[in-house]
């Protein structure tokens, strides 16, 4: 059964920065692609940013470009976002994701698996 856990959210001030972790179980993620996706409340669930498993390609939405950084341990299976120079706008929860071979790293649809998600909060 496969599980995603995010962890590392939490309240950081305007400028700073966390580190977001999603450790992946339950299954080899090869052919996968690992995204971050965001919900802020009364607002639909959004991109972030993705991850290519078996070959590193990545794509950021614009909001995040430069500031955000998604990787991957395949060694210890987990997806990392590192986010920086954090907005107030940023604020939201925060979902690690799997999908498995869509050419559509950016719905939320094609994403199988979904973890808890994390809380970030941005105070300005």
């Known amino acids: 059964q496969v599980q995603l856990v995010e962890s590392g959210g939490g309240l950081v001030m305007a400028g700073g920065s966390l580190r977001l972790s999603c450790a992946a179980s339950?299954?080899?993620?090869?052919?996968?692609?690992m995204g971050w996706f965001r919900q802020a409340p009364g607002k639909e669930r959004d991109f972030v940013a993705a991850?290519?498993?078996?070959?590193?390609?990545?794509r950021y939405v614009d909001s995040v470009k430069g500031r955000f950084t998604i990787s991957r341990d395949n060694a210890q299976n987990t997806v990392l976002l590192q986010m920086n120079s954090l907005k107030p706008e940023d604020t939201a929860v925060y979902y690690c994701?799997?999908?498995?071979?869509?050419?559509?790293?950016?719905?939320?649809?094609?994403?199988?698996?979904w973890g808890q998600g994390t809380q970030v909060t941005v105070s300005s």
């Open positions: 994701a799997a999908s498995y071979l869509t050419l559509n790293w950016g719905t939320p649809k094609e994403y199988q698996y």
């Open positions: 339950g299954r080899t993620f090869s052919g996968y692609v």
């Open positions: 991850i290519s498993w078996s070959d590193g390609r990545t």
